[in-house]
């Protein structure tokens, strides 16, 4: 098996400043915070398909690179939960 190694720098910055992004515009005012949310959740989903290619991939299966991946899910989990809100009204778990 190949050494695994980090994400290249782009992509880790692109997985990492819309989460951060997000949890600064919980202070903005409500103008703001909403462009922000959009931005964030909008880029994330380009970009945690990209990471997870990387991970399948192989080669770059470390443990930082996985947590990163997760952490950055977490916007495009909000917009599904959001959507299938939209769509069916609620959740039958």
Do not use: D, Q
């Not at 050494?3 to 992509?11: A, H, K």
């Not at 997985?15 to 903005?28: I, M, Q």
């Amino acid at each position: 098996m190949a050494e695994s190694r980090p994400f290249p720098v782009v992509l880790r910055w692109l997985l990492l400043v819309p989460v951060g992004l997000l949890l600064v515009s919980y202070g903005l005012p409500k103008e703001l915070a909403l462009p922000a949310w959009l931005l964030a959740c909008g880029s994330e989903l380009l970009f945690v398909p990209i990471a997870i290619f990387y991970l399948v991939r192989g080669g770059y299966r470390t443990l930082g690179n996985v947590a990163m991946t997760l952490v950055a899910a977490i916007p495009v989990g909000i917009i599904v939960l959001i959507v299938l809100t939209l769509m069916f009204g609620h959740f039958h778990i």
